[in-house]
Nanobody, 121 residues
Framework: QVRLVESGGGLVQAGGSLRLSCAASGSIFRINAMGWHRQAPGKQRELVAQTTSGGSPYYPNSVSGRFTISRDNAKNTVYLQMNSLKVEDTAVYYC???????????????WGQGTQVTVSS
């Protein structure tokens, strides 16, 4: 089993910055991809950043140039640096990881519990 623990959410004024962290632990052989999703009230969950092993990070247009995803493989941790935050960035942010467990040949997707980000005007 794999556990993802997020931290770093909070309240910030528009134009400000926040940094989210997500640490994975448990029976991990390889983390194939890690990413951040968000869900605002009344809206569908959307991917905001993803990093894969050996690949380029992905960002949708809505956050490109403002959000940066990074990963510390030694710590099984992924970060999301969010700059120039807008009111519309307000949402619960979820970490997700595609993980191949020890002794397994397939991967599973795991989710964190979510952390609230609120951007005030």
């Amino acid at each position: 089993q794999v556990r993802l623990v997020e931290s770093g959410g909070g309240l910030v004024q528009a134009g400000g910055s926040l940094r989210l962290s997500c640490a994975a632990s448990g029976s991990i052989f390889r983390i194939n991809a890690m990413g951040w999703h968000r869900q605002a009230p009344g809206k569908q969950r959307e991917l905001v950043a993803q990093t894969t092993s050996g690949g380029s990070p992905y960002y949708p247009n809505s956050v490109s140039g403002r959000f940066t995803i990074s990963r510390d493989n030694a710590k099984n941790t992924v970060y999301l640096q969010m700059n120039s935050l807008k009111v519309e960035d307000t949402a619960v942010y979820y970490c997700a990881a595609d993980v191949t467990g020890r002794g397994l040949t397939w991967s599973n997707t795991y989710w964190g519990q979510g952390t609230q980000v609120t951007v005030s005007s």
